[in-house]
């Protein structure tokens, strides 16, 4: 749940880069060098100079535009010491124009310089009080600032400059939502979405952001429902069908969706995402290979020059255990791409699926020498403890924790690998080095207590219960919270605890056998028989079957 909030929250603003965004838009939505001459626009009642002198201002006008296009450019590429010179030029030339003052305060935010850029906006609101990039460039300042009244008031004025303005709406939507007012969110979301009614590029940047608020508060049939209305007054949009084919997917109603991708095909001859995502749906059928393959073939005739389509078609292979294709299809990607290290990676996977290990690791590494990553980290970490190299995949993680100590993901990984070594110590060192920079990983605080649980270490109940807090509806984290509490002597607290988890989890035997013990524990044998024997029939094995079986002749021979 935690992550779905964070996510909203970045859908919303669009991220930090929202005021960077408002200013690239910004020669877009309006005129913004309409009155850069800080003296009285002249008539034509003044004469006949009065064309040279307006076709002088609009060369200057030109002039200026040219110039903050130039510097957005630079700031967008990131070049920020030739941004900062021309800016402090066109600020010396022009020490009265407030859209500089924009691109310093853009400048600024980059710098992270919140202060500074704060006074630029102000500086610009100064100079222009109608001046809406400012506005919204301040309210999202305070915004990340925590100053919530402060961001509503800029965002409010922006509005009241151009009330179509959606970015001051998604402001307003994200200050409600940190302030928790779920029913403003999506009051505000409403409200901007029938302000720019008619505008469907506008309507979908909305329709974005409440699809992600519905999500978030499952509530999908409100995201279908929306979609639903935007293909029925631009039918034949293929950006609106895209956000129907969405929804119907949230909905899982994949077969509409299929259907709603094939239309959106039909209309665009060139559209790669809309292939790509028919693919990935059809693949799910068991007999659509050749349509899948089909797709994904024109796709990458369309787009010869990206990946995408031909990394998808190896992955699918391999699927469907065509393993020789695949890996020719995977040297084709390293040849074709030989930057990047998708072709490298996907021949390991081939090697993998082969139950190769030595030439997956080979071609693992090689990957990771050319572009180190976590997840190609652990890969490699999981390869080698499968071959029994526990030394060196335990050298190979403490070598990349060594470039960056608080990479909390490395000392998790580390630490689950020390604990399948038994190497408690080492395992909790790591743990708390995750719950030092992180102490409310949720992940680590439950590991960390059932590693304790194993030692009657008492500490055990405390950090149970406090990544229970945190995650009351995952079934893992209320396992090792109920089943601690069982161990500990509070059998009557830790059942409804587990039964809840057996019911979020009803397929996970290990969670099972736990509210088995429980049921012991208070004293009905009878209700643990009938999960016993249920569990110990399967032919899923998991870690506590034996144990499963003992207690079930124990209980059977009272």
């Known amino acids: 749940m935690k992550q779905n909030r964070a996510a909203l929250a970045i859908g919303l603003l669009a991220s930090s880069s929202l005021v960077m965004a408002a200013n690239y838009d910004a020669l877009n939505q309006q005129d913004n060098f309409s009155s850069l001459d800080p003296t009285a626009p002249l008539t034509t009642e003044q004469g006949s100079s009065s064309s040279a002198l307006e076709s002088f201002q609009q060369a200057e006008q030109s002039n200026k535009k040219a110039n903050y296009l ?173 956000v129907l084919a969405g929804a119907q997917i949230v ?107 030595d030439k997956a690791t080979d071609m693992y590494q090689q990957a990771y020498k050319i572009q180190p990553n976590d997840k190609v980290l652990f890969t490699l970490a999981d390869l080698l403890n499968a071959q029994g190299k526990q030394t060196d995949a335990i050298k190979l993680l403490n070598n990349a924790l060594e470039k960056n100590n608080k990479n909390g993901a490395i000392h998790f990984k580390l630490a689950t690998v020390y604990q399948q070594q038994n190497d408690n110590k080492q395992a909790e060192a790591h743990y708390n080095a995750i719950l030092t ?15 304790y649980s194993q030692q009657n270490d008492p500490r055990a109940l405390e950090l149970a219960k406090k990544a229970y807090e945190k995650a009351p509806e995952s079934a893992a984290i209320l396992d090792t919270y109920g089943y601690i509490l069982i161990k500990q002597g509070q059998p009557k607290e830790g059942l409804p605890i587990l039964e809840k988890a057996a019911s979020l989890a009803p397929k996970a035997n290990d969670i099972q056998f736990h509210l088995a013990e429980a049921y012991v524990a208070n004293d009905n044998t009878q209700k643990a028989i009938e999960i016993l024997e249920s569990i110990v029939k399967t032919e899923q094995d998991f870690s506590e079957k034996k144990a499963a079986v003992s207690l079930l002749d124990k209980l059977k021979a009272r």
């Open 251 to 357: 909905n899982d109603k994949k077969p509409a969706a299929e259907e709603t991708l094939l239309q959106i095909i039909d209309l665009d001859k060139q559209d790669i995402n809309s292939r790509l995502l028919l693919a990935r749906l059809l693949s799910e059928h068991p007999d659509k290979d050749k349509e899948v393959l089909n797709l994904l073939d024109e796709t990458a005739r369309i787009s010869p020059d990206k990946p995408e389509a031909l990394v998808f078609k190896t992955v699918y292979l391999i699927k469907l255990k065509r393993n020789q294709e695949a890996f020719e299809l995977a040297t084709k990607i390293d040849k074709q791409f030989p930057k990047l290290v998708l072709g490298k990676l996907l021949k390991g996977d081939v090697y993998l699926a082969d139950k190769k290990l």
């Open 437 to 451: 920079e992180q102490p409310d990983n949720v992940l680590a605080l439950n590991n960390l207590a059932f590693l």
């Open 70 to 242: 130039e510097v957005l450019n630079l700031l967008k590429q990131n070049k920020l010491e030739e941004a900062q010179n021309k800016i402090s030029a066109l600020l010396k030339k022009y020490p009265n124009e407030p859209e500089y003052y924009n691109l310093q305060a853009l400048f600024e935010t980059l710098k992270k310089d919140t202060t500074a850029a704060q006074q630029s906006y102000e500086k610009a609101i100064k100079l222009d009080p109608k001046n809406i990039l400012a506005h919204l460039g301040a309210s999202k300042l305070a915004l990340d600032g925590g100053q919530l009244d402060k961001a509503k008031e800029y965002a409010n004025k922006a509005l009241a400059i151009n009330d179509k303005a959606i970015n001051a709406y998604l402001l307003l939507a994200d200050v409600a939502y940190k302030q928790k007012d779920n029913a403003e969110v999506e009051k505000v979301l409403l409200t901007a979405q029938e302000k720019v009614k008619g505008n469907i590029t506008a309507e979908i940047e909305v329709i974005k952001s409440l699809g992600k608020f519905y999500a978030s508060q499952k509530q999908p049939e409100k995201i279908l429902s929306l979609g639903e209305d935007l293909v029925n007054r631009y039918p034949d949009n293929s950006v609106a069908l895209s």
